[in-house]
């Protein structure tokens, strides 16, 4: 999905690339669609990672499990500064 909201009217008086969705409820709806997978998915995750191992395993796995989401959250929020450089930065 990060295409796609490049792809959206974010920073219009900066972008170097052209906008080619200027609906901002198609924004919208697109952000509240990446919330919810994303939310569910996650949580199944959580749910079901000490479950796939043995009993003994589980309180690690558990541990390993919220670890990684965490790390995938930080990474995706210092990921947006390298996709608003690329916005604003000419490519060619």
């Known amino acids: 999905m990060i295409p796609y909201f490049m792809l959206c009217n974010y920073k219009p008086d ?7 969705i200027d609906n901002d409820w198609a924004y919208f709806g ?4 990446l ?19 043995d009993t003994k395993h589980a309180p690690i796995a558990g541990m ?5 989401l965490v790390l995938g959250i930080v ?4 990921f947006t500064f390298f996709i608003s450089w690329l916005v604003e930065t000419p490519l060619f």
């Open 75 to 78: 990474c995706g929020v210092n």
């Open 30 to 33: 697109m952000a509240v669609t």
């Open 14 to 20: 900066k972008r170097q690339i052209p906008v080619l």
């Open 35 to 53: 919330g919810l997978t994303s939310g569910y998915f996650s949580s199944l995750a959580m749910m079901y990672a000490p479950g796939c191992v």
């Open 64 to 68: 390993m499990a919220a670890l990684f």
